[in-house]
């Protein structure tokens, strides 16, 4: 089974992976020998609910119960439901790994060299990070160590470490390392690119431009940059009527989700703090800042953040928190909605929504 034969590679990993200095948002999570890749079977209830809104009952009833579903990985993130295979994938930056669990045949390793084919000396995010379809039903992912976005070259259900190059500069010069990206009904893609896969952060001559963007490639192959403001853009997603893109900021300066109201093009034309999570990152310190999020179809905004995922309103209202107890680097929701899956730092974790 490849489980246990990935398992002595991941043991390696465990002994030779490290925090990143300067780390976004987080100590991330190292393993013990005793905690390898490990399918919770069954799932393990765990965490607890904030209920800070009656509203929330309409999308987080009460018997919801978070519970983890697999174990051991080094930071979990980049969760991307695949609703034809029934399986969830997600990336282990670290491990420059995407991984694929399912109800009926637990967890196992999907893909390895996600995000680069070698190891980038000084930096620990090479991997892969946020994973989308495209409307061809393609994996496109985004790539820190090759600094890119781009299309998985192979079949979901055959995948290869074959990737075709969808964008990777702007003006001439290299993207940093896109973190997370969504595509519009029209092909247009949206997409974050902070310094996180950057060796030291992106505090080294290996940093071509001078900020960190959040952009728009139209379907047409334009790149536009939509915004330059932000110091660590991260997680991204559209509203279900596509006229807002919210952005999450993991900057521990600033740590907030944004909303941008577009225009007919889906070039922001005003923009506002959704919400500011200043007081729940100092309250909950080293678990993390605004990360991957996904809008649920009612519009309601699932932000992973300190310690939890936070459940906001359109409007701006805070609604509930999901507690995991850990920092969380995205989430998503499964076919129909039924269950969130959230992959929460050394766990993957799922909350049942029906």
């Known amino acids: 089974m490849k489980l246990f034969i990935y398992t002595c590679f991941a043991l390696l990993i465990l002994v030779t992976a490290c925090k990143p200095s300067g780390s976004k948002q987080t100590d991330m999570a190292e393993p013990t020998a005793e905690m390898s890749l490990n399918t919770v079977n069954p799932p393990v209830a765990t965490g607890s609910i904030d209920r800070l809104s009656e509203k929330l009952g309409s999308i987080l009833p009460v018997n919801s119960k978070l519970e983890i579903v697999a174990e051991g990985f080094v930071w979990s993130e980049g969760t991307l439901w695949l609703p034809q295979q029934n399986k969830l994938l997600f990336s282990d930056i670290p491990r420059n790994s995407i991984f694929e669990w399912s109800p009926e045949t637990g967890l196992s390793l999907y893909l ?3 995000g680069c084919a070698d190891p980038i000396p000084g930096s620990t995010e090479s991997g892969s990070n946020g994973l989308i379809l495209d409307s061809e039903g393609n994996l496109v992912l985004c790539q820190h160590g090759n600094r890119q976005m781009a299309r998985m070259d192979a079949p979901l259900d055959k995948p290869e470490s074959k990737y075709i190059t969808i964008v990777n500069q702007y003006q001439g010069k290299k993207l940093n390392s896109p973190n997370d990206a969504v595509y519009n009904s029209r092909g247009d893609l949206y ?3 902070p310094p996180y896969g950057l060796p030291n952060q992106g505090n080294g001559p290996e940093k071509e431009l001078d900020f960190n963007g959040v952009y728009k490639l139209s379907a047409a192959g334009e790149l536009t940059l939509l915004d330059e403001k932000l110091s660590r853009p991260n997680g991204i997603g559209l509203s279900p009527d596509e006229n807002t893109l919210y952005v999450s900021s993991s900057d521990p300066e600033n740590p907030v989700w944004m909303a941008y109201s577009l225009d007919e093009e889906g070039i922001p034309e005003a923009e506002r703090v959704l919400f500011d999570a200043s007081e729940y990152a100092k309250e909950r310190p080293n678990k993390g800042m605004p990360d991957g999020l ?4 009612s519009g309601t905004i699932f932000g992973t ?14 609604l509930g928190i999901i507690n995991t107890g850990n920092a969380n680097g995205n989430c998503a929701f499964d076919t129909d909605e039924s ?10 974790m799922r909350i049942n929504l029906k």
Do not use: N, R, W
């Open 112 to 114: 390895d060299s996600a």
């Open 339 to 348: 269950y969130l899956y959230i992959a929460a730092d050394m766990y993957i």
């Open 305 to 318: 953040g300190p310690a939890g995922v936070y459940i906001i309103s359109p409007m701006g209202e805070l």
């Open 294 to 297: 996904k809008v649920h179809s």
């Open 191 to 193: 997409f974050t690119d």
